[in-house]
């Protein structure tokens, strides 16, 4: 991947428009229209006379309402559950006890500190140490939601599951962590999960793509034979025999996943390289010189990024499912982690304890459904056939 | 409205999304009459001819277009107006009295049926015949467009047609219903020139037989000579200029009429330049070019077929010389500069300034920067995700690596005031990508790409054969001037004899890989030899 972040004759601070999701490695989605941004927002108003291809596809998808109004919403929402620490966390985030500052969320104190009686951690949910921590001049800034995705609250006075309530405010699951912050960090691990799934599957995509559609021939038609035999490997399969084999983690699963995830980009970008690569200014380029690399990652590519960009919230949306779906049958976080798909299948098992699984399909609908607005708005602004406009 | 007049069309405005590409024009085509309507593209002729059958998607139309009575019709049928008719009843009207013929047969035939069975379609439709009859009937027309054995290419479908059979079976399809006017929107100009005529008397025979009225759709002057009763020449949505044929030829009144007379290239180069010493700049002897095919059958599982594409061409191109290389579609010329830009293999013996390719890529790196291509389509030679400094700027990179940002942009902009644009007439020409310009500014683009590396020799594939005939003039005129003053090398290939007697020192005619003839230019143009090179040099006088 150094090689394709620092193409060897890369002007400075212009990277080739197509190679940029692929080089910011935490959010491909992003990237991808951020990139679009960076290239004719450089200063949109005095340059308004030209704007590259890239900008005037941003501009379109802008005029999307629904569209854009997805984005606004969905980046709004990673952005909360990315600070979800802050938001829903059983620790104060600021702490004076007698004329000292604690940061109890960077820190574990034991409760002695605040005049327990034990070594251990402090609950901060007990009301002896919330009394504490509140008489006299001592206070604390408490998150919004008290509760982290673990808690369980010792203090409780509602039996588990409870239902919403004023101290619960979606509920509590039935062990009686809350409802509200397992939903937060739950989304947050399906968005990390996906937005690393879609970067790997781009990375992959692109690169065996561009191989076969730029070289053809003989490479072209041995890497489809791999990707036929490939792709006829039974992919659920195999993720439960290796779940069964290796401890399940996240990790694991990103790389089973990524394992297959690249296989159809991969014919998309092949497709495009195919027809790109005959065009003139290719071949005016290679008539120029310039090797194989660089035809590659400053003529082909960027003008082949159309269906990755394209494709990219289709496939956040096919990860994130993917990830529940692997959750809720058991094969996929393991135990603990908070996960979408876990309190589906709690939900399925406690059917009388609707909040469960009511909230969790509003969040899980509603990040679907964002991201294919998100999908079809990109969609149009990148047609071809609107680019004239 | 006198009783001849067939079509009168007044004051019609077409506009997309509030833009007007037509904006008022009038005029009336007779019975019988062929009239030809004569612009640039974008001038709005096309836009005028579809818009009368109501084929405008999108469009907001506006006046008259008054659609007579035949003389087969009943005494006193009124006329209509087309642009107030509704869609059924234009239905009716296509194809019945008016059909269309488009540029690009091609795509204009639909695949997926034989030609016969398109051609009967017509007529079931509207003239209700049997599907047996319709058949029959179908053979009949294609064989009075002289089609060969029509029974067999009824059952042709459209791609196993040459162009100018295909051309042929759409002219077969409009004239199914003997319609009283025929729109022919470029009817020959995706047609090789030795096919153009043929289609053209074919045109006139018929329209003659069945008396029918021609609007004549096209950009090419010549055409209209030979063709035309009347002329309307249209710029910019408007008809400036109206009249006979003769007269208009012989006092054209309207500047822009007297420039599109005027656009034929001129020769304006240097007839014996300095030869230098040194060897030529691209010699070539016994140069065969081929391309693999796939065998049919089993055997193709085991070996590969071979398609020659270039047989056994020898020449010799000195400094400062054009070499022009005519010949239709097919006739292995683009493939012969590809050899020629080492992009691909040949056989026989290329030496270019006395080297030769290489299979290793990285020793032909010096060789490279002495041969650069300029390509036909100024769409497709332009990647358009980058910016114009980006793309002339590209082959210093590669050759000069050891130049700075800063001097590179001064041989950019030097290179773009060599091939005539400048900052003051583009503000910010460095930071615009190539969406912004037009065809011929795009050409001039690709020309400075070439010659940012100072080349000996820019191959020219049909430099200017996507152009219109004012801006091919000046790109012409911009390429003489760079050979003048920098003795460079063209090896120009093009179908057009006008831009080759412009041009060229020298003359290759090329057919089907081979090369038929070759000298001089005055010598070919003036007495050529070769049946076919006769055929070619008469399409201009």
């Known amino acids: 991947m150094s090689n394709l972040t620092n193409p060897p004759e890369a002007a400075p601070g212009r990277l080739p428009p197509g190679g940029a999701p692929a080089a910011d490695g935490l959010s491909p989605f992003r990237a991808g229209v951020g990139d679009d941004r960076g290239q004719g927002g450089g200063g949109t108003p005095e340059r308004s006379a030209s704007v590259s291809p890239g900008a005037r596809a941003w501009q379109r998808f802008r005029r999307n309402r629904l569209g854009f109004g997805s984005l606004l919403l969905f980046s709004a929402l990673v952005l909360v559950s990315l600070l979800a620490e802050v938001v829903s966390n059983d620790r104060p985030l600021v702490v004076r006890y007698e004329s000292t500052y604690y940061f109890p969320i960077l820190k574990d104190y034991p409760e002695k500190t605040f005049g327990g009686d034990f070594d251990t951690a402090t609950d901060y949910l007990d009301p002896f140490i919330r009394n504490k921590l509140s008489t006299g001049s001592n206070w604390a800034v408490y998150a919004p939601n008290p509760y982290g995705p673990k808690t369980l609250n010792y203090f409780a006075k509602e039996p588990n599951p409870s239902r919403p309530t004023r101290d619960n405010w979606l509920g509590t699951d039935d062990r009686g962590r809350d409802l509200l912050a397992q939903l937060l960090y739950g989304f947050r691990v399906s968005v990390l999960f996906a937005f690393a799934l879609t970067f790997t599957g781009v990375v992959l995509g692109v690169l065996s793509g561009a191989v076969q559609g730029y070289f053809g021939g003989k490479t072209d038609l041995a890497f489809q034979r791999f990707m036929e035999i490939w792709g006829s490997m039974p992919e659920l399969y195999l993720l439960i025999i290796f779940s069964a084999v290796f401890a399940p983690s996240i990790s694991l699963l990103l790389v089973l996943l990524s394992l297959f995830g690249w296989l159809g980009l991969s014919d998309y970008v092949r497709a495009e390289f195919l027809r790109n690569r005959q065009l003139d200014y290719v071949r005016a380029a290679r008539a120029m010189g310039l090797s194989s690399w660089q035809i590659i990652t400053r003529h082909v590519l960027p003008n082949s990024m159309t269906p990755v960009v394209t494709f990219l919230p289709f496939r956040m949306s096919a990860a994130i499912l993917a990830l529940t779906s692997l959750d809720f049958l058991g094969l996929g976080v393991p135990p603990g982690t908070p996960s979408l798909g876990e309190l589906l299948s709690q939900g399925k098992n406690s059917i009388d304890a609707w909040w469960i699984s009511l909230s969790t399909f509003v969040v899980l609908v509603t990040t679907l459904l964002l991201l294919t607005f998100m999908g079809d708005a990109l969609r149009d602004a990148l047609d071809p056939r609107k680019s004239q406009e | ?541």
């Open chain 2, 1 to 541: 409205m006198s009783a001849a007049t067939l079509l009168q069309v007044q004051n019609l405005r077409v506009s997309f999304a509030g833009k007007e590409v037509v904006c008022g024009i009038d005029f009336s085509v007779a019975a019988g009459e062929k009239l030809a309507l004569v612009g640039e593209s974008g001038s709005g002729k096309t836009v005028t001819a579809l818009s009368l059958l109501g084929l405008v998607q999108g469009a907001r139309t506006s006046g008259q277009a008054f659609f007579g009575a035949g003389h087969d019709e009943p005494q006193g049928t009124p006329s209509q107006d087309l642009l107030a008719l509704s869609e059924h009843d234009l239905r009716g009207i296509r194809g019945r009295d008016i059909a269309m013929i488009f540029q690009e047969p091609m795509t204009a035939l639909n695949p997926l049926f034989s030609v016969g069975e398109q051609i009967a379609e017509v007529l079931q439709l509207k003239q209700g015949l049997s599907p047996a009859q319709a058949q029959t009937a179908a053979v009949g027309l294609l064989a009075d467009t002289g089609i060969p054995e029509p029974e067999r290419r009824a059952r042709a479908y459209p791609h196993q047609l040459s162009g100018g059979q295909r051309q042929r079976a759409m002219i077969a399809m409009a004239l199914a219903c003997q319609p009283r006017l025929l729109l022919a929107d470029e009817p020959t100009t995706a047609l090789d020139v030795s096919l153009r005529v043929q289609i053209l008397e074919l045109l006139a025979s018929l329209q003659k037989r069945n008396g029918m009225a021609v609007l004549l759709i096209t950009h090419d002057l010549n055409l209209v000579r030979h063709f035309a009763d009347r002329i309307a020449v249209m710029e910019n949505g408007l008809i400036v200029e109206q009249g006979k044929v003769a007269d208009v030829f012989a006092n054209p009144q309207h500047p822009y009429t007297r420039k599109l007379m005027d656009s034929e290239p001129v020769r304006d180069v240097i007839e014996n330049p300095p030869a230098g010493d040194g060897p030529p700049v691209a010699q070539a002897r016994e140069l065969t070019v081929s391309y693999p095919v796939k065998l049919p059958g089993l055997k193709g599982w085991f070996k590969q077929g071979e398609f020659v594409a270039v047989k056994g061409a020898s020449f010799s191109l000195p400094k400062g010389q054009t070499l022009g290389v005519v010949g239709e579609s097919g006739s292995g010329k683009s493939t012969l500069a590809l050899a020629l830009l080492g992009l691909h293999p040949s056989k026989g013996e290329l030496r270019l300034s006395g080297r030769s390719w290489s299979a290793d890529t990285a020793a032909n790196k010096a060789l490279r920067r002495s041969v650069q291509v300029v390509f036909q389509d100024p769409f497709s030679s332009l990647s358009p995700r980058m910016t114009v400094e980006e793309i002339v700027g590209e082959g210093l990179r590669v050759h000069q690596p050891g130049l700075s940002a800063a001097q590179r942009q001064l041989r950019v902009v030097q290179a773009l005031a060599d091939v005539g644009m400048s900052q003051a007439q583009f503000p910010r020409l460095l930071q615009r990508y190539p969406h912004e310009f037009s065809g011929g500014q795009r050409q001039r683009l690709a020309i400075a790409r070439a010659l940012m590396v100072e080349p000996d020799m820019l191959v020219l594939d049909e430099p200017t054969s996507a152009l219109d005939v004012t801006v091919q003039k000046q790109v012409l005129q911009l390429l003489q001037k760079l050979q003048r003053e920098r003795g460079l090398s063209y090896l120009l290939i093009t179908h057009d004899v006008a831009v080759i007697r412009a041009m060229a020192h020298q003359i290759m005619v090329m057919k089907s890989g081979e090369i038929l003839e070759s000298g001089p230019a005055a010598q070919v143009l003036t007495a050529p030899q070769h049946p076919y090179t006769q055929l070619l040099v008469g399409q201009l006088s």
